[in-house]
């Protein structure tokens, strides 16, 4: 591992030890690199919506813990400015969903990613696009 990426992940540990919505969402980390993360967590009956079926803010919030981590892990504090995302199949409890994050364009004060969450069976069950806002702040 390059020293790149041992900050992405010494700054990844300390935002994860601080995000208890993320730790309650169970999310464990896959890899980080800089830019870059991959992330997974299993769906439990309470994410289940009035429906009876799994709430849409679980898979925005694995996405949106993704992108976190893939564009603060440069050390610089980054916010999100704009997001999307499309469910493209339905998600069960039980599940367990894997958010990769890919940076497809790191500014000056900006910066875009893709984060892609599938499913056990590598199924695509959603697609988040992130656009984040750069800070002059440090994380670590």
Same mark, same amino acid.
């Given at each position: $591992?390059?020293?790149?990426? %041992? ?14 919505? /993320?730790?309650?969402? !169970? =999310? /464990?980390?896959?890899? =980080?690199? %800089? ?6 967590? *299993?769906?439990?009956?309470?994410? $289940?919506? !009035? +429906?009876?079926? &799994? ?23 980054? &916010? ?7 469910? *493209? #199949?339905?998600?069960?409890? !039980?599940?367990? +969903?894997?958010? %990769?994050?890919? %940076? ?10 893709? =984060?892609? =969450? ?18 002059? #702040? #440090?994380?670590?």
């Amino acid at each position: $591992m390059n020293t790149k990426d %041992e900050l992405a992940k010494q700054v990844v540990d300390k935002v994860m030890s601080n995000d208890l919505f /993320s730790q309650w969402l !169970g =999310i /464990s980390l896959i890899d =980080i690199t %800089e830019g870059y993360s991959k992330i997974q967590m *299993t769906v439990r009956p309470e994410m $289940m919506n !009035g +429906l009876g079926i &799994v709430h849409g803010g679980i898979c925005f919030s694995l996405a949106d813990s993704a992108f976190a981590f893939a564009c603060n892990n440069r050390n610089v504090l980054s &916010v999100a400015l704009d997001t999307s995302i499309n469910f *493209t #199949k339905p998600v069960h409890v !039980g599940d367990v +969903l894997i958010a %990769e994050a890919k %940076e497809l364009h790191n500014g000056r004060s900006t910066g875009l990613y893709h =984060i892609t =969450i599938t499913n056990q069976h590598a199924h695509i069950v959603a697609l988040f696009k992130g656009t984040c806002f750069r800070t002059n #702040k #440090k994380l670590v």
